[in-house]
C-alpha cells in the first residue's frame, strides 16, 4: 500500500473544538477510501442483479437511493443504474455492465453526533428527517454549488463524499459552520 | 427608574439594570427592554429626523411597522443604520444614534427645510431637475445626471459603515408539516391542535418573545406558554422574521441569532438565513394599527393606541400622562382603561355617534363623540390638541385640549403580504375597512387577526380551524371546519382617515419617514398619477423602511375619494419579498471573502504552492500562473520557463483538464459518433486528438481520447468544457442513442496530470518509470499503463502542447504529490524546469494550438483549419449542419499567426484587425491570444480573419485596440509558428 495523501492534510487538525462545552459534531474523514462504481444498462439489469447478489451473497439488491451495509463491505444504488460499492472491489463481465475505481475521486467525511442533521442542513437543502430520509438512504445534493453524495448510515451519522478538489474548500465551510454546535475532528 | 418607568407593571427584569447609549450619552433600562421602550422611559422623544423636511420624529409604534423610530446602532464596521428602535433588543454596551440630523436629533440644521417645504412638494425631483423652470432650461437626461449626485448624497437616511462587515452569517435550511407564522393566540391555538395530530410543527415569531398581542395584556405568562408548546415538541423559531413565501410552500426566513448580544461569540453567526420547506402553512401575522392624517400628526408623542397599551403592559412604561386617544373603533377603550389605571389622565375621541360603553368611561374617562384630532400644537413636543367636530361634510375646530400625548386608532390592517407574495390579490373588506387576504388554491391557511377577525376567542377557534383546514388539505383527514366570520367588535368602525385642516397647506402626514402629505396624494391625482403603483413611485408613498405599512391604507383611501371610486376599485399596491428589510449579509451567507466561490484545487496544489507557484484563478480551479525566481516579474518568469522547455524539460501541472471514462461495448461506436474525426479505428493504446461539434456544425470542444481497451476509453476536454462536454454525452446516451450500452462517467477527480515537455522529457521519464524500455518505445499519441518506480501505478501518454517532445502522466490524486517529487528530482537534474498557464500559454500560441479562447462558439472546424480531419465517410453529432452554405464561406474568418510589422511593437488580445483605410466597425478579423515568443522574440498572436492567410498575402493590416488605445501594423502569417513540420515532437 503506498502512502495516499488525503486533499485534506494541510488543514486536518485533529482535536475538540468545544461550544458552551458541548461537543455536537464529530468529523473523520474515511482514510485510503476504496470505492467502485458498478453499473449495468436497463436489458441487463436483470443479469446484473443475479451475478451481484450471488457475488456478494447478497438477498437482494438495495433500492434507489438506499444502500445495504455489511460487516466488510456496504453497497449503495446512486442512480437507477449505478452502485458504489465501499471496501470491496468486484469483476464484472463486460456483457453486464463495467466497473470503474473512483477511490480517489472523493473526500469522503463520516459526520456524526447530536446536530450533525442540523450541520448538515445548513447547507443542503435536502429534508434528513428521519421518518422522509431513513438510515441507509443515500442523496444528491450540493453544498455551495458544489455536487455532492450523502450516504445515511444512521441518524445523525453520515457519510459525505465531496469531489476531491473541492474538499478543502468544503471542509473549510463546514468547520466555519460547525463552532456554534462544538466539534471534534478525530483521528483518520 | 424614571418618572415614565411605573412600578408592578411590565415583563422586563427589573433585578437587571442595562446600561446604553443614546447619542453618546448614557442611560439606563432593563432586561427585555426594546431600545424604544428604554427610550421612552428615559422621556426620549424625538429619535430621528424625517428624510426630506427635517421634521423631528419620535416612537410611533411598538413593532415592525416603526416609520419614526428609525436609528443607527453601532459604531465603526458594525454600524448598522436604519434599525427600528421598536424591535431592537436592548443589550448592555448598545450605542444608538438619531439619524438624518446635523448636529443631532434635538437641534437640527436640516430643519431650514421645512420652512421651504412648499418648494418640495411630490414631483420636486422631476420637475426641477429634468428641465429648470420657467425656462425649461437644460432639459432631458444630461441635466438630470448633472443634478443626480447631488440628490444622491443628500438621499438616504443613516450612513452605512464602508468598512468590511464583521459579522458572520449563514444559511440554514429545515422541513415541517405544518409551519405557522406567529405566535399570537391563533398562532398558538393552530401549533397545539396540529402538534396535538402529530404533525411536525415549526413555530415562527419575529419578536424575542413568543405571544403577538398577548404581551400587551398585563397577565400573560411567556414561560407558561413556551414549555407547554416544548412539551408537545413543537419547534420554535423566535426572533425570526418570515419576510417572503414562495412556490410550493418555501417559506423565507430572517433569524436574528447575535443582534441582542453585546459580547459576541464569533463562533456564532448574526443572522441566519433560513428556508423552510413545509407541507402546509398557516399564517397568523396579525394585523397592524393605523394612524389617522390630520395637521401636525407627526410631532414626537404621536403613536398607535396599541403601541401605548404594550409599552406599559410589557415595558412598564407610561408613555404620557396626559393622554388624548383618537378612534374610530371599539379596541381602544380597553387600553384607554389600562392607561388610566395606570394613573394617567385619558380623554377619548370617538369619531362616531354615541355608543355604549362600561360605567368608567362615564365617571373617570371622558368620551367625546363625533370629535376628531384636528391639529396638534407644539413643534419637539405635544402642547395641545386641537379637536373638531363634522359639520356639512368639513370639519370645524371646536376645542383644544391641553396633553402630552395622542394616541391613534384608525382602524386596523391585517397583515396580507405573506400570501400577496403568491399573487393572491386582497381584497377590500367594508364593514371592516380594511384590505383581507385574498383566495389560494396552496397549502395555505389564514388565521387570527391577519384574517379580519379581531376578537380573541374567535382568533384561537380560527387557529383551530387552520390547523384542521392544513390537515384536510395535506390529506390526512376529512374534518368539517369553519373559520369564524371576520370582525368581532361591538359596534362598527366608522371611516377616518384624513381629518381635512383649513389651511392651504397642511402637513398632514400620511408616510411619516419620507413625508408623503396628504397634499402630496392630492397633487399627485391633480398631476394625473391616479393607479396607485403611479401614485407610489412619484411620491414615494410606501416606498421607506415600513414599506407602507403605516400609510398606504390612508393613501388609498385619499385616491379613492379623489377619483370618486371605491377602495375596492383602486385596490391596492402589490407587496414583493422582503416584509421587512434584510442584511445583504444575510443573503450572501457564508460565500463571502475567500469563499464567495467553491474553491477547487488539484492534489498538487499545496505541492506547487511549496515549490514557489504563484496561482491563478482559471473558472473555479486554482492553477499555478509561474514559477518566479528571485524578482522575476510575471513576464521574466514566463519567459525563461518557456524557454528552458523548448531547450531542456519542463513540468506542468494540468490536472483540470477534463477526464471522462468511456465504457461499454458500443463505446467505440458512440465515440465515433460524438467526434468528427474518426476513431472507430483507434488501436488499443493509442490517443486520438478529436474535435466534437455541436448539433448546428459549431465547434464544442476539443480533447484527446485514449482507448484503454476494446471497450474503455479516457477522453479529456479543455478545463472550461468539462462540464459542458459531461453533460452534452448523459444527455445523448439518455436521449438520443439510447439503445447505446456505454457508460459515462466523469473521472476529473480521479486522476492528477502533469505535463512533461521538452526535448528532455523523455529522459526524465525513462528514470522514473519502473520499466524505461516502455517510454523509449512509445510513439507519438501512444499510452502506457506502467509504474513509477516507487510501484505506484500510472498512465502514460506521448502528446505535445507545446510543440516539443512531450509526455503527460496521469496518476491517481492521492500520489500525485509523490509522483511530483519523482519528477522534479529528476527534471532538476536537466536544469529543467516547473512551469505554469502563462507560459503553457505562450508555448501553444507559437505552435497555433487553439483553446477556448479561440473556439468560442462561433467557430466551426474549418475556421479552426482543422476541416481536414473531419471524416466525409460517417456520421457524428454535426456532420449534416457543418455543411450549411453559410459555414463554408470563402468570407469566414479564418485561423491565421499575426506578426507586428515592427518588432518592438505589442499587441493585446482582443485586437480588432482592420484594412488600412478602414480602420472601424468589425474590421476583417480579430486577435484572440497573444504572447511574448521566447523563439521568436517578439510579440506573435493568434486570431482569425476573413477569407485566411492567404488572402492577405503581403498586405499590411492595422491591429486596432480602442481600449486600450492602441494601433499597430501587422501581417498575417500562419499560426503554426514553430516547427510547423512537427519534427520536435515527433523526434
Redesign the interface.
Known sequence: M??????L??NYFTGSYP?NNKINVSFKEYNNLNLQ?I?C?PN?LPNFESFVIDELNLSNLPGFNKGIINKEFSLWRMEP??WWLLNKNIFLS??L??T???????TCLIISGNEATSLL???????L?EN?LSHTSSVSSSI???SIKLIKFSNNNYYLFI????A???W??LI??S??FGYEILER | MTSFRIKNYGKVNRKKAISFKWENKKYYGYEGDSLASALLANNIKIVGRSFKYHRPRGIMSCGVEESGGLVTIGSYDKRDPNVRATTQELYQGLTAYGQNAFPNVNFDLGEINNYLSRFFAAGFYYKTFMGIPPFEWGTGTSIWMVFEKFIRKAAGMGKLSTLPDPD?Y??????CDVLIVGSGPAGIAAAKEAADKKL?VILVEQDSLLGGDQLGDRVFNVDEVYSELKNLNIRILSKTTAFGLYDNCVMGLLEKVTDHKAEV?????RQRFW?I?AKHIIIGSGSLERHIAFNNNDVPGVMTVNASKHYLNRYGVLTGKNIVISTNNDSAYKTAESLYNAGAKVTVLDVRQDISLPPIFKDKIPVRFQTVPYNINGSRKIKSIDLATITDSSYKKIDTIICDQVLLSGGWSPVVHLLSHRGSSPTWNIDNLCFLPGNTKENISIIGAARGIWNREECIKSGIAGALDAMNKMGLTKTNYFFPKEGGWKNPIHPLYEVKHKKLISKSFVDYQHDVTTDDIRLAHREGFESVEHLKRYTTLGMANDQGKMGNIIAISLMADLLDKKISEVGTTVFRPPYTPIAIGALAG??VG??F???????M??WNLDNGAVMIEAGL?QRPWYFPKKNETLTDSYIREATIVRKSVGMCDVTSLGKI?I???DSTEFINRIYANPFAKLPINKTRYGIMLRDDGIVMDDGTSWRLSE??YLMTTSTAQAGKVMSWLEELLQTRWTDL?V?V?S?????AAVAISGPKSRDVIKSCVENSILIENLPFMGFVSTKLI???PCRIVRISFSGELGYEIYI???????MMNLLWREVKKFNGCLYGLEALGALRVEKGHVTGAELDGRVTIEDAGLGKMASSKKSYVGSAMRKRGVLNSLEREQLVGFFPINKKHTFGAGTIVCEKNSIKGFGVGRITSVTHSPELGHWIGIGFVKGGKERWKNITLIGSDPVRNKQMELKVVSPHMIDPEGKRMHV
Do not use: C
Open positions: 503506498f502512502k495516499r495523501y488525503s486533499a492534510d494541510s461550544f462504481q453499473a444498462w441487463t443504474l449505478k463486460e456483457n455492465g463495467s470503474l475505481d473512483m477511490s480517489h475521486a472523493f442542513n445548513r447547507h443542503i437543502p435536502i429534508d428527517r422522509i455551495h454549488h458544489v469531489p476531491r478538489g473541492f478543502l474548500s468544503i473549510e465551510i466555519n459552520s463552532k456554534q | 458572520n449563514e444559511h440554514a435550511h429545515d422541513f411536525d461569540n464569533d463562533s456564532l453567526p428556508t420547506r457564508r460565500h475567500k469563499h466561490r467553491p474553491l477547487r484545487v488539484t492534489p496544489h499545496q480551479y471514462s465504457q461499454g461495448i471497450n474503455e450500452k457508460n462517467t473521472v476529473s477527480e480521479q486522476w516507487d510501484g505506484i491517481e490524486s492521492d500520489y500525485a504529490n509523490t
